[in-house]
C-alpha cells in the first residue's frame, strides 16, 4: 500500500534520512521546514537538495507556528500518515532561548495536532525524547516510569508533547506514537551533538570538553536503526493492537547498550586515526549523567529494536564526516 506521509522537519538529520527511506519504499511524501538559523543552514539544504531529486517529494518552507500555513498544507497533500520531527533541538540552547522551545515545540506541535484533527490521518508519529526521563535514577528507562522532573525547558516540551498528544487522542480519537529517542547519531547529523562537535575537534587537534569529569554514560542509536524503527511503526497505530484507552502510545527508540563517554571517544580517535586532547569540566545545567532505553515495547509491537554497534555507526560517520567537509 503506497502512503502518502507528510513529514515535519524534513531538512533536519532524522527527517531527512525518514522521508529518504520513506520515497524508496514507494510513498509520497510532503515535507515542511522552516530552515531556520539554529545551526549551519548549508547543511540543512544539503540534505534538502538530495531529496530533490528524489520522485513523489515535494517540499513547503514555512514555520509551523503559522497554523493556518499547516491546515492548507495538510489539506491540499491530504497525507494518510504525518510524522512530526520538526523541533527546536538542544538542551543547552533552551538556557539561552527559552521563548524558541515554547513556539516551536509547543505552539508548533498544536498546529501539527489541529491539522491532524480537521483531516483525519491513520497515525501521527511524533519525537518525544529520551530527556523526559530527567532526574530518574531507575536504569533502564521505561515507558512505564513516572517522568515528573524534567532537568531542562528542552525535556518539559518534550513532555508536554506527550501529554497534549494523550488529550487529542482521548478527545477526537486521533492515533499516535511518541517516540523517546535516544542520543541519535550517524551521517548527516547535527554539528551541536557531542559526536559531531568531538570528531571535529579531534581532526583539527583542538581541545574538547568532557563535562561531569567524562562521567556519563549514553545509550547512542545509530539513525537507520531509528528510521527502521518509525517506518515499522507507522502501520502499527496504537488502536490496531487492542488499546482500551486513548490511542495514544510512547516508545523508547535506544540501542539499550549504554556506553561510558570515555570510550565514546576512544571510539573517535580509532576511527579518526588521531588522539584526543581532552580537558574535565564539571556538569552542565541540564545535563544527565546516564540514559539507557528498555526497549521492549517496541520489540512487541514492531519485532525490531536498534542493534547497530557504535563502533560500527561512529566509523560510518566518520567517513562521512571527512567526506563532506573535506572541501570546506
Known sequence: MTLR??????????????????????NAVLGIDSI???????????????????VNFSYE?????????????????QPTHIVHLAAQAGVRYSLQNPQAYINANVSG???????CRAYSVEHLIY??????YGANTKVPFSETDRVEQPVSLYAATKRSNELMAQTYAHLFGIPQSGLRFFTVYGPWGRPDMAYHIFTKAILEGRQIELFNHGRMER??????DVVEAIVRLLGKPPNSFGMEAAPHIVYNIGNHTPVKLERFIQIISEKTGRSANKVYRPMQLGD???????????????????????EDGLGRFVDWYKDYYRDL
Open 5 to 26: 506521509v507528510l513529514v515535519t522537519g524534513v531538512a533536519g538529520f532524522i527527517g531527512y534520512h525518514v522521508a529518504n527511506q520513506l520515497i524508496r519504499n514507494g
Open 36 to 54: 531556520n538559523s539554529y545551526y549551519d543552514q548549508n547543511l540543512k539544504k544539503s540534505r534538502l537538495s538530495m531529496l530533490e531529486n528524489l
Open 61 to 77: 518552507i514555512f514555520d509551523l507556528v503559522d497554523a493556518e500555513k499547516v491546515l492548507e498544507a495538510t489539506k491540499k497533500f
Open 109 to 115: 506541535f498544536l498546529s501539527v495536532l489541529e491539522a
Open 127 to 132: 519525537a518525544s525524547s529520551s530527556s523526559v
Open 219 to 224: 545509550d547512542f542509536t545509530y539513525i537507520d
Open 288 to 310: 544527565v549523567v546516564a540514559t539507557y532505553a528498555n526497549v521492549d515495547r517496541l520489540m512487541a509491537a514492531v519485532d525490531f529494536a536498534p542493534r547497530t554497534s557504535l
